[in-house]
T-cell receptor
Framework: DTEVTQTPKHLVMGMTNKKSLKCEQH?????MYWYKQKAKKPPELMFV???????INESVPSRFSPECPNSSLLNLHLHALQPEDSALYLC???????????????FGDGTRLSIL | QQQVKQSPQSLIVQKGGISIINCAYE??????FPWYQQFPGKGPALLIA?????SEKKEGRFTISFNKSAKQFSLHIMDSQPGDSATYFC??????????FGTGTSLTVIP
């Protein structure tokens, strides 16, 4: 069992739907990440939150909207997605950035997203 | 621009053999080098990691060799087992601000 929990495990949605992916960790980590992973490819960074503030946005389209309600939770709100957005969406956490860096990331098992 | 280059793309090893995966980087500011193992349908799991002030780190059957001057590091899996069949990613980061992943190696261990 991973220490980073993602829900749902699978999600099928139409291009006009609005849905949210959720991620939760209780390790006291202060940095949280969203990645997108296509089959047989490495994880591709989307967003980084550090101490609940968005610190990195890798030029992700606005149809993806991240939210960090508190230090344990991370959401990814989805709206008007395209078929090419179908992928495995991974959440990760780490102890922190900067002085607290050089610590491993812990990944959840992801949400398998399919856009019809 | 690929910050971390990984090879080979795929690897087939006999049970009991040694699996070797190589990675190379250019940015000398990288200060943390983890290896991740990923099984189908699962997220990447940290396998072993090293910092550039150490030339080798061993944990069980897994060893990282690090060559700072050559800007290369490698993962050695000794006594490879069928259960090691997975995709392996090397990565590098600077102060934990961003992790750059290699392109991945699909390892198959034949019984």
């Amino acid at each position: 069992d991973t220490e980073v929990t993602q829900t749902p495990k699978h999600l099928v949605m139409g291009m006009t739907n609005k849905k949210s992916l959720k991620c939760e960790q209780h390790m006291g980590h202060r940095a949280m990440y969203w990645y997108k992973q296509k089959a047989k490819k490495p994880p591709e960074l989307m967003f980084v939150y550090s101490y609940e503030k968005l610190s990195i946005n890798e030029s992700v389209p606005s149809r993806f909207s991240p939210e960090c309600p508190n230090s344990s939770l991370l959401n990814l709100h989805l709206h008007a997605l395209q078929p090419e957005d179908s992928a495995l969406y991974l959440c990760a956490s780490s102890q922190g950035q900067g002085a607290l860096g050089n610590q491993p990331q812990h990944f959840g098992d992801g949400t398998r997203l399919s856009i019809l | 621009q690929q910050q971390v280059k990984q090879s080979p793309q795929s690897l087939i090893v006999q049970k009991g053999g040694i699996s070797i995966i190589n990675c190379a980087y250019e940015n000398t500011a990288f200060d943390y080098f983890p290896w991740y193992q990923q099984f189908p349908g699962k997220g990447p799991a940290l396998l072993i990691a090293i910092r550039p002030d150490v030339s080798e780190k061993k944990e069980g059957r897994f060893t990282i060799s690090f060559n700072k001057s050559a800007k290369q590091f490698s993962l050695h899996i000794m006594d490879s087992q069928p259960g090691d069949s997975a995709t392996y990613f090397c990565a590098a980061s600077i102060m934990g601000n961003q992790f750059y992943f290699g392109t991945g190696t699909s390892l198959t261990v034949i019984p």
